[in-house]
């Protein structure tokens, strides 16, 4: 489940590198540490999020990588992702964040197979889901996606 997840993160972020096209809106994303030594809010930058409906896979994703991220506490990369996001019910998905320089990260935050909130409002998508880490890390990941990328 881990490597789907990343392959997500990696995928997006190939797609937002070979998008030349301008953002028609940015995509807010937010994530908040509940504790630990990487507590705080933090806000990736809303043109760099990519938002990725991959219907044969399955998935809606929204990630963020920064290849510029300076030091151990920069925000290097995270994800919000909802599985199954066509069928109806509850959904589920994944949260990942990861803080550190692109060549060396400092710490990783994964929860997997967590309640999320998927809401359609015309054709904008919120995301949002909480939970806690193997650690005991409490985690929010929160998006907004005004730019869907389709598969």
């Known amino acids: 489940m881990m490597q789907l997840f990343r392959s997500a993160l990696i995928l997006g ?7 030349a096209r301008p953002h028609a809106a940015p ?37 963020f990588r920064d290849f510029e991220a300076k030091g151990p506490r920069a925000l290097g990369d ?10 109806a019910g509850a959904k589920h998905g994944d949260l990942h964040v990861a803080f550190g320089d692109d060549k060396k990260r ?10 999320i909130s ?8 919120e995301l949002s889901g909480a939970g806690k880490t193997k650690d005991g890390v409490l985690l929010k990941i929160t998006a907004t996606c005004n730019d869907i990328t389709t598969m």
């Open 13 to 19: 972020g190939a797609l937002s590198l070979a998008a």
């Open 27 to 63: 995509n807010p994303w937010t994530i908040v540490v509940g504790n630990g030594p990487y507590a705080g809010t933090y806000n990736a930058k809303a043109s760099e999020v990519l938002c990725l409906n991959a219907k044969p896979q399955k998935f809606f994703a929204a990630s």
């Open 78 to 87: 995270g994800g919000i992702k909802v599985d199954n996001p066509d069928v």
């Open 106 to 115: 400092s710490i990783e935050y994964d929860v997997y197979n967590v309640p």
């Open 118 to 125: 998927f809401t359609a409002k015309g054709k904008v998508m």
